[in-house]
């Protein structure tokens, strides 16, 4: 199904943003760990959402409550580049932190404020296919990390049109019967690109703790309201971003690549991304 060919819902109307000439406006919001597991960040977060009209996603991560579960557990955490090693024992931990703990609290908090919500990971309704990461260079095995092969559109449409906005946890699978750990920029990224291609005007927001992408880790004035393609080298090879903002922004130009509107870094209380970080190609 294209959204060309989809009659618009009556029971949504379209918001005020969106950038792109096309179809219906759709917002993809990806919310960071660190915010979902605040219960007062979190609180005002969904709230926040509630009050946005028309065709949504969330996009929820959970690394956090995922380290820290694993620590209890006695299992280490270890993190290259900002993207998490998935060894068997880390696959049970964040198959229960993202697809049960963090994925159902966070649908039950939208019924409870009236948004009739869907909670799925990439297995449900084979919604997201992946492989498994093959090891870099010989070394570095990420184990059960999966890179996204398809997104089911089509699929995410139907519960959009009906009035039910999807809440997506970072889990894909490989159609094999394996769940996979995916990075949950990644999800949004693939999301947001496959509802641009159902035809929908999409505006992708990463909204965490900070107010942008910074120039300085430490200085929350220091926000870089523009980053292009050029900038983004500049920035990566000078150090000014790494870690985890890398996959963040590496998943931002190839939303925009592949027809989503408009891609922003913000903060989790500018879900409409009225300020925060604009990533542009040129």
């Not at 703990?101 to 939208?110: D, F, M, P, S, Y």
């Not at 200085?219 to 393609?229: G, K, L």
């Amino acid at each position: 199904m294209n959204r060309a060919e989809t009659p618009s819902s009556p029971l949504q109307s379209s918001p005020p943003y969106g950038g792109g000439a096309g179809g219906e406006a759709l917002l993809v919001i990806k919310v960071g760990g660190a915010v979902v597991e605040d219960e007062r960040q979190l609180a005002q977060l969904l709230n926040d959402f509630r009050d946005i009209e028309g065709r949504k996603i969330l996009v929820h991560g959970g690394g956090r409550r995922a380290t820290a579960i694993a620590a209890q557990l006695g299992i280490e955490t270890k993190m290259v580049d900002g993207r998490r090693i998935t060894d068997a024992p880390m696959l049970d931990v964040v198959t229960m932190v993202y697809g049960g703990l963090v994925n159902k609290t966070i649908v039950a908090r939208l019924q409870a404020l009236g948004i009739d919500a869907v909670g799925l990971t990439g297995a449900d309704a084979n919604a997201i296919k992946s492989h498994r990461r093959p090891p870099v260079g010989g070394d570095l095995d990420y184990g059960f990390v999966g890179d996204v092969d398809a997104v089911a559109g089509s699929k995410i449409a139907h519960f959009i049109e009906a009035g039910i906005t999807p809440v997506m946890a970072p889990l894909t699978h490989d159609g094999q019967g394996q769940l996979l750990n995916t990075n949950a920029d990644t999800i949004a990224s693939e999301v947001a690109k496959a509802m641009a291609a159902e035809g929908y005007d999409v505006t992708l927001v990463y909204c965490f703790e900070k107010p942008g992408v910074l120039r300085q880790a430490d200085d929350d004035s220091s926000v870089i309201p523009v980053i292009t393609a050029d900038s983004f080298r500049q920035l990566t090879a000078d150090g000014t971003i790494s870690g985890g903002m890398l996959p963040k922004l590496q998943n931002a130009f190839a939303a925009l690549r592949a027809g989503v509107s408009q891609v922003i870094i913000t903060h989790a209380t500018d879900l409409r991304g009225e300020k925060g970080t604009k990533i542009v190609e040129s």
